[in-house]
């Protein structure tokens, strides 16, 4: 049985899909370091789905493969001779997410403020879900400000985090808890 540990990477630096050797803190280790963070953090939001939340945890769970899926988009530079042999985030993907807001805010009330971050356990954890996600958007477009990189992995990207706010509102909708408006400062 191969062993889990390689030792490859002691020296500080990780392996690309394709062979290329990385500093472990590169743009684009740092970019799919976010979306397994995320991934993360939306599986603690399916570990906390139950009955009531059944569709919100199906969506959960196609979510997280098409997190696996940016990874491996990030993983593998345009330019790399293994470049054909990984799927990317496509705009058909994007489409998906955007179907998918439209379903779940469906019948969510409509927003008149800004709501704070919270309610219900699955709310909860899907909002930090939602600013995993942005801070993986943010290190995405770091990444293709410098790099070429797939732009259909950035706008998905952007879709998820708001897919994951309007699932937040569903779930305390679905619990019967209300959103709590921002009121700023006097």
């Known amino acids: 049985m191969a062993k889990l540990y390689t030792r490859t990477g002691d020296d500080g630096s990780t392996g690309l899909f394709g062979g290329d050797r990385v500093s472990k803190h590169s743009l684009r280790v740092t970019a799919y ?7 993360a953090t939306v599986g603690m939001a399916v570990a906390s ?19 696996f899926d940016l990874g491996a988009d990030l993983a593998t530079p345009h330019d790399s001779p293994h470049a054909d ?7 058909d993907m994007v489409a ?8 779940v805010d469906g019948d969510n009330a409509p927003m008149t403020s800004f709501v704070l971050p919270g ?8 909002h930090l879900a939602r600013t995993v996600c942005r801070r993986c958007e943010r290190s995405l477009s770091d990444l293709a400000s410098r790099e070429p ?31 709590i408006p921002w009121h700023p400062a006097d």
């Open 149 to 179: 990189c797939n732009e259909q992995a950035l706008i998905w990207v952007n879709r998820l985090s708001d897919l994951l706010f309007a699932m937040a509102r569903a779930a305390n909708r679905l619990h019967g808890v209300e959103d």
């Open 33 to 39: 370091g976010h979306a397994d963070e995320t991934n």
């Open 85 to 91: 042999k990984v799927g990317r985030i496509t705009a």
């Open 119 to 126: 309610g219900c356990e699955l709310a909860s954890r899907l």
């Open 49 to 67: 789905c139950g009955d009531v939340e059944s569709r919100l945890r199906e969506i959960l769970l196609s979510i997280q493969s098409r997190l």
């Open 96 to 103: 998906q997410a955007e179907r998918w807001i439209d379903e």
